[in-house]
């Protein structure tokens, strides 16, 4: 602890991503009796990853939910719920499993309120680990934040620290639209510092505004979930050799906060977007094609190559090529001829 002006600075909490999310869900269970929780193993075994720990011994069977493996019934029964009146928080053990409930998802809870002239809001949390894990194979790897930010009705987040997770899930669970958190698991028993406003109960994070982790004036790295992490290695390193990387947390896929992004790149005339996504039609694409087609003529015709988008390779996750499948942190600008690596 170091004396700042006579004062004592006390070292910031620090609390798990699951915890954050556990506090922030048990903070609006407590708040709305409307809310309840539902998913496989959610409450007697306190979850697969342990995110709902103590939340069936607090508030009971009929507030915290076991399901039978059957993602269209839960998710439907969820919905269904949503239309009633009540807030479901709707836990999918992986996102992968939810595409067998993408009917729900997308037909019944994203176009409800479109489809009833605004008169039905379905506000709904659909929520659990996405993106690539440690050997868990093709089928369980894939990050649906293109999935799901491709749909009009639907809003998504994509935490990456303790703060964005406690601040999103509450603002997730009190709006009025379905809503899609895309938590990662590798993060989740990841600690991280907690300010003192995140503790408060009515602490928030408003769903579709970025936040600048790292400020800088040569380059704009994009990203959100676990690789924002990689962004801000990659930050530490390259300013070692004199360049300012400016890393921006997205928070939210959909709707994108493509005005923070905008202001950046007009400042650094060079964008590199960071996911776990596939290359196609992906989260960077749109990144890229929003920029090129928002900033001023000028910017886009001088700097038309300063874009590059870092992805996960075209294809599905091979664990003996993991070191060579994920985004790493050795991220240099367009023309720098250092970096050996195949990402740049």
Known sequence: MAAVSGLVRRPLQQVTV???????????????????????EVAQYDGAYKVSRGLWKKYGDKRIIDTPISE???????????????????????FNFSMQAIDQVI????????????????????????????????????????????????????PWS???????????????NPVVVLENELMYGVPFEFPAEAQS???????????????????????????????????????????????INMRTIRPMDIETIEASVVKTNHLITVEGGWPQFGVGAEICARIMEGISE????????????IVYLNTYWIRRLKPAFS??????????????????
Not at 18 to 40: P, S
Not at 72 to 94: D, H, N, Q, S, W
Not at 327 to 344: E, M
């Open 162 to 176: 303790s703060e964005d997770a406690k601040g999103l899930i509450k603002s997730a669970i009190r709006d009025n």
């Open 298 to 309: 000028k910017l886009v015709l001088e700097y038309s190559q300063a874009i590059i988008n």
């Open 201 to 247: 109960k009515d602490f928030l994070i408003p769903i579709g505004k970025a936040k600048i982790e790292r400020q800088g004036t040569h380059i704009t790295v994009v990203s959100h979930s676990r690789p924002v992490g990689h962004c801000l290695e990659a930050a530490t390193v390259l300013s070692k050799e004199g360049i300012e990387c400016e890393v």
């Open 72 to 94: 269209m019934g839960f998710a439907g029964i969820a919905v269904g719920a949503a239309m009633a009146g009540l807030r479901p928080i709707c836990e999918f053990m992986t």
């Open 18 to 40: 699951r915890d954050a999310i556990n506090q922030g869900m048990d903070e609006e269970l407590e708040r709305d009796e409307k809310v309840f929780l539902l998913g496989e």
């Open 327 to 344: 985004p790493r942190s050795c991220i240099q600008f367009p023309g720098c001829s250092r970096c050996s690596c195949h990402w740049c």
């Open 107 to 158: 037909n019944s809870a994203a176009k409800t309120y479109y489809m009833s002239g605004g008169l039905q809001p379905v506000p709904i949390v659909f929520r659990g680990p996405n993106g690539a894990s440690a050997g868990v194979a093709a089928q369980h790897s894939q990050c649906f934040a293109a999935w799901y930010g491709h749909c009009p009705g639907l809003k998504v987040v994509s």
